[in-house]
């Protein structure tokens, strides 16, 4: 025990210097947790510890987490309105990149079949761990190619249930493969159903009483239980267990408890990722990689071209170029359910085990990569794309302060700018209507597309930082729900809202809202004050 405590509190200390050395140059604090287990693997001869089937298991965790505050951003609703992106786009681009990666491996390199299988479908898979925890992070997951790339990756973890049977299967003597597909789906069933169904109602019910309690132990402790219960019951009927996390970060999303639940477990998921890319570190077997540096290499830079071009296929059918080209670079790297596909071949003798281990390599050089890829990737897409989409200038906006945002680019929105514009004020406009967007541009007006009821545009817009927001809009609906956001997002900043009738400023009479300007009072108004100062 004494040994365990010495050995963590070592590699703690360690990735705390190291995170603190790269963050000063703007490098992913994952990079520090690799580097943090590669150290430890060599520098305390705990390579062996890397195999741990307990370490695995905490590790895994960390995604776990991860899947579950995903699950809180993924509503049944949101999905609904995203089953292009999850459905269409990422089952395009795991069937076809699993197809490319067999052919090329039976075809070419001439390894056994399911030895091929497993390789190609391992492959099509990239990493939530990594591409998520940036988007996340930087709220580029509201950005339309993070959209397109959290709908594949949602489809790619699903995707992992059906390899591991597979996997099962192909490990098992005269085990008939329809048996086994009739048994996962009555499982599923049993499982989301009884998660939707029974779940749903103990979890609100738990969270209701937790919260009411107003002791932040009871209700921290709450979600830990949903969480590691959810995932427990998956994995026992055979499924992993990011799927149950999931699944129950769905089911919270419904309720009006999913914002303090996803800031709540923040900590305990940034931590067990931390443990997950320490794990990875730990895996890297230098001596190999000096050994196979032009195989590891090659088959490293194949891999991130094959799916890129994949991606960017699937995509651009349905979006813009940019936007494709983007959601390919960013999703190009092997995901970290690799190692346990891997690792479970490998058990099975499936796979060879020094191809296993070369696979290991490419994958983990894939995930190292990556943090400065995605850094990088407004840049990279610079050099292809020279056009500036509507959809893509948030970047401009970090460090903005002291402006005034004007929300809507209607009528009553353009004489808006142009007075501002006239008094010299520091302003923007958001819209999310394209049209207006394009109109704008034309107009010269410094211009961002984007649902200003949504948080991450909130937050990219720097609204904390501004002096007021004029609300133009005209549909009653969408401006009271972006007067609620703004509310809730940044109670202090000064907020003036149009309104045209006495419906409603009754529809909006219970928000805090700063000033209300009536059009027709205001319009009265002056008629009488020009009628009465004119001259007779």
């Known amino acids: 025990m004494e040994s365990a405590l010495y050995y963590v509190t070592i590699a703690l200390g360690f990735s705390i210097v190291v995170n603190l050395i790269l963050k000063r140059f703007g490098i992913s604090q994952i990079i520090g947790y690799i580097l943090t287990g590669v150290t430890v693997a060599y520098g305390f001869d705990l390579r062996h510890m890397a195999d741990s089937h307990t370490l695995e298991i905490i590790a895994e965790f960390g995604v776990v987490f991860l899947m579950f505050t995903i699950g809180l951003e993924v509503s049944l609703q949101r999905l609904s309105t995203m089953k292009t992106d999850v459905f269409f786009n990422g089952s395009f681009q795991v069937i076809l990149s699993a197809v490319i990666f067999f052919a090329i491996a039976y075809g070419i390199l001439s390894v056994s079949l399911a030895t091929a299988i497993i390789i190609s479908m391992a492959l099509s898979l990239s990493s939530t761990a990594v591409v998520l925890s940036y988007l996340k992070s930087t709220k580029e997951i509201a950005r339309p190619y993070g959209q397109k790339a959290t709908g594949i990756l949602i489809f790619q973890d699903?995707?992992?249930?059906?390899?591991?049977?597979?996997?099962?299967?192909?490990?098992?003597?005269?085990?008939?493969?329809?048996?086994?597909?009739?048994?996962?789906?009555?499982?599923?069933?049993?499982?989301?159903?009884?998660?939707?169904?029974?779940?749903?109602?103990?979890?609100?019910?738990?969270?209701?009483?937790?919260?009411?309690?107003?002791?932040?132990?009871?209700?921290?402790?709450?979600?830990?239980?949903?969480?590691?219960?959810?995932?427990?019951?998956?994995?026992?009927?055979?499924?992993?267990?990011?799927?149950?996390?999931?699944?129950?970060?769905?089911?919270?999303?419904?309720?009006?408890?999913?914002?303090?639940?996803?800031?709540?477990?923040?900590?305990?998921?940034?931590?067990?990722?931390?443990?997950?890319?320490?794990?990875?570190?730990?895996?890297?077997?230098?001596?190999?990689?000096?050994?196979?540096?032009?195989?590891?290499?090659?088959?490293?830079?194949?891999?991130?071209?094959?799916?890129?071009?994949?991606?960017?296929?699937?995509?651009?059918?349905?979006?813009?170029?940019?936007?494709?080209?983007?959601?390919?670079?960013?999703?190009?790297?092997?995901?970290?359910?690799?190692?346990?596909?891997?690792?479970?071949?490998g058990n099975q003798e499936l796979i060879p085990s020094e191809?296993?281990?070369?696979?290991?390599?490419?994958?983990?050089?894939?995930?190292?990569?990556?943090?400065?890829?995605?850094?990088?990737?407004?840049?990279?897409?610079?050099?292809?794309?020279?056009?500036?989409?509507?959809?893509?200038?948030?970047?401009?906006?970090p460090g903005r302060n002291h402006h005034i945002i004007v929300c809507g680019y209607g009528v009553v929105g353009k004489f808006v700018a142009k007075e501002l514009r006239a008094s010299g004020v520091d302003?923007?406009?958001?819209?999310?209507?394209?049209?207006?967007?394009?109109?704008?541009?034309?107009?010269?007006?410094?211009?961002?597309?984007?649902?200003?009821?949504?948080?991450?545009?909130?937050?990219?817009?720097?609204?904390?930082?501004?002096?007021?927001?004029?609300?133009?809009?005209?549909?009653?609906?969408?401006?009271?729900?972006?007067?609620?956001?703004?509310?809730?997002?940044?109670?202090?900043?000064?907020?003036?809202?149009?309104?045209?009738?006495?419906e409603e400023k009754r529809a909006l009479r219970g928000l805090p809202i700063s000033i209300t300007i009536d059009g027709k009072k205001e319009v009265a108004s002056r008629l009488v004050s020009e009628a009465v100062t004119c001259e007779l």
């Open 158 to 345: 699903l995707a992992v249930i059906p390899i591991l049977i597979l996997i099962g299967f192909l490990s098992s003597d005269g085990k008939d493969i329809g048996d086994v597909l009739i048994q996962t789906a009555i499982s599923a069933v049993v499982i989301v159903g009884s998660l939707f169904i029974v779940g749903k109602r103990v979890m609100t019910w738990l969270l209701h009483f937790s919260s009411t309690s107003e002791v932040d132990e009871l209700f921290m402790g709450s979600v830990l239980v949903i969480v590691v219960a959810s995932s427990l019951l998956a994995s026992y009927a055979g499924f992993t267990y990011s799927l149950g996390a999931f699944v129950a970060g769905m089911i919270i999303a419904e309720t009006r408890y999913h914002h303090k639940v996803e800031s709540d477990i923040a900590p305990f998921k940034d931590l067990l990722l931390g443990t997950f890319f320490v794990t990875v570190g730990m895996k890297i077997d230098l001596g190999l990689f000096v050994q196979h540096m032009d195989d590891v290499i090659a088959i490293l830079f194949a891999v991130l071209a094959v799916k890129a071009i994949v991606i960017f296929g699937v995509v651009r059918m349905k979006s813009q170029s940019k936007v494709a080209f983007k959601t390919a670079i960013a999703l190009s790297q092997v995901g970290e359910f690799s190692f346990a596909i891997f690792a479970l071949a």
């Open 355 to 397: 191809l296993s281990q070369i696979l290991v390599l490419v994958v983990v050089l894939s995930i190292i990569a990556t943090p400065f890829i995605l850094a990088n990737l407004s840049r990279i897409s610079g050099y292809f794309f020279k056009d500036v989409s509507v959809t893509e200038t948030f970047a401009m906006l």
């Open 427 to 502: 302003y923007v406009v958001a819209d999310n209507s394209y049209k207006h967007v394009q109109e704008a541009l034309r107009d010269g007006q410094e211009v961002y597309f984007g649902d200003m009821s949504k948080t991450a545009i909130l937050d990219k817009l720097c609204t904390k930082d501004s002096v007021s927001v004029i609300i133009t809009l005209d549909n009653l609906e969408k401006k009271r729900l972006i007067c609620e956001a703004i509310i809730r997002y940044a109670p202090e900043v000064k907020l003036v809202v149009k309104v045209v009738s006495l």
